[in-house]
């Protein structure tokens, strides 16, 4: 159930990520995926699942799959602090953040389908 949503979300994103003029709620779709992710892993290891969108650290324990979801999701998060700042919705370094996220939603689904 938890990855079907994850997935959901990830498309959420995909639907407005390409349009400028979408910027902030693209970012916002975005931190949803990260958090309906992160909380997936956590459900998957018993660990707490974070209130908010936020790095999450895994401990050295868990396995290799889930923790490469909880690194697309740090490094999906780390990357869209910069994505929507005012000054950037519609130029170049907007565009190629976003050509990132989108590639590392990629993975970031292909790793959910592997729970």
């Not at 159930?1 to 400028?20: F, G």
């Not at 994505?83 to 993975?107: A, H, I, K, T």
């Amino acid at each position: 159930m938890q990855s079907a949503l994850c997935k959901k979300r990830i498309q959420q994103v995909r639907e407005i990520a390409r349009d400028p003029e979408l910027a902030y709620p693209a970012r916002t779709r975005l931190h949803r995926a990260i958090l309906a992710c992160t909380r997936l892993v956590a459900s998957e290891t018993g660990l707490p699942e974070p209130l908010f969108p936020g790095r999450y650290e895994l401990p050295e324990v868990v396995p290799d799959h889930l923790r490469r979801v909880c690194e697309i999701t740090n490094h999906l998060l780390d990357r869209s602090r910069s994505l929507s700042q005012p000054s950037e919705p519609l130029d170049d370094r907007w565009f190629e953040g976003w050509s990132e996220v989108l590639g590392y939603l990629d993975d970031l689904e292909r790793s959910v389908s592997a729970i």
